[in-house]
């Protein structure tokens, strides 16, 4: 986690002095259920030990914000009256979820904020939705009495993706980043909205990411395509069947999938496959954690890799490459995980194995792209909260 020192020094010197309370929120990672969070499906998160961090006060004006992104160097100014926001990519979290908050009835005035994170951006960890998180514990508690309940703090992230950066995203991530609790990953049901936390203590395993660097933008984009390609199923097998209630693709058959296929054309119909088939695989998992057999999650995870690589079409070379390399190895389960588009692998990897598929890993990535994968060993944490 970020030095809370650090954050102070700069939070003190960029602005008038006076210091303020400090709150963190964390990346995530997640062991399956990709893409169904905006497909009513089940998603298996857990939120890590490295995040953001953000020292904020209220400054006495009516509505300026002044804020400083540490990592950047980068101050911005904007008023949250300004129909447009900032420009810069990372103010418009901040001003996205004060929006947000107002929208609830929380009544935001002029702040200051200085922040800074640990969490790689653009590995597939969710750096956004850790900011939105932390921005949102901040305004929660300065202006908002604490009353705005963890679960409106989810969706007002949400939101702010939606409304402000031109992702059209579930809520996993942000999910993950508030309910998140040490040690434990949680099941959600993001139909429903219920969960279930489910201590994860592998015996003889661990969990490792491997970072190809390689960048993914979500904005504006692939990821948005592939939520419409899904949307476009459930409308076309509604229109099969009038007398039933098909919201997302959880409401979805194998059968009806099939009744659509030609109408669908095979883009859209590959990526409905994937997400119905992700959707059997996080309660074999479920089931498989129950009884202790991790060679059967490892089983999945490969499944889900094989999946979003050929129909969801999320993985690139570097992160088949790196999951190649896993199965070669003798890992129990490897994946891309997140979004897609670039960022990490996670892999469930015994421990006498660990030190030889690391250095493997290495080795062969760097003979290929010129580069090692940075290693990441997944320490499950805690979701937001108040440091100071
Ligand atoms: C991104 C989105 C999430 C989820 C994942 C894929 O991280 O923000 O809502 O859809 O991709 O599982």
Known sequence: MIDIEFVRSRFIKHFDGQTG????????????????????GFVFPGAV?????????ANGTEDTVMAYAIDLKD?????????????????????????????????????????????????????????????????NDIFGENKVSQWDMVLAGQATEHNYCGV??????????????????????????EFEYFPFKP??????????????????????????????????????????????????TWEQLEEVKDIVGDEDYKRAKFVLGEKDR????????????????GEMMYKTHEGLSK?????????????????????????????????CTINLVRNDLYKQFIATAKEKFNAKYGHEPKVYDVVIGDGSRRLV
């Open 75 to 139: 101050r911005v100014d904007f008023k949250l009256s300004d129909p447009d926001g900032p420009k810069a990519s990372w103010a418009r979290y901040i001003y996205g979820i004060a929006k947000e908050f107002q929208k609830l009835g929380v009544p935001v005035k002029g702040f200051n904020i200085a922040f800074a994170g640990d969490v790689p951006l653009g590995a597939g960890m969710s750096s956004s939705a850790a900011m939105e998180s932390c921005f949102a514990c901040g305004l």
């Open 21 to 40: 309370n400090v709150y963190t929120s964390p990346g995530r990672i997640n062991l399956i259920g990709e893409h169904t969070d905006y497909n009513g």
């Open 203 to 252: 015996d003889g395993y661990r969990l490792v990411l491997l970072d190809s660097v390689v960048k993914h933008q979500l904005a504006g984009s692939p990821y948005n395509d592939r939520r419409n390609s899904c949307e476009n199923v459930v409308k076309h097998i509604q229109e099969k069947h009038p007398e039933g209630k098909f919201e997302t693709l959880r409401d979805c």
């Open 49 to 57: 030990d490295k995040g953001i961090t953000a020292e904020m006060r």
């Open 282 to 297: 996080v309660l074999a998992v479920c089931d498989a954690l129950n009884e202790g057999d991790y060679e059967k999650v």
């Open 168 to 193: 059209n995203c579930g809520i996993m991530d942000q999910f993950a980043s508030v309910f998140g609790k040490a040690g434990c990953l949680m099941r959600l049901d993001c139909r429903s909205r």
């Open 311 to 343: 129909d969801y079409e999320v993985s690139c070379e570097e992160l088949d490459f790196l999951n190649d390399i896993a199965k070669e190895c003798g890992v129990t389960g490897s994946r891309i995980m997140g979004g897609g588009f670039g960022g």
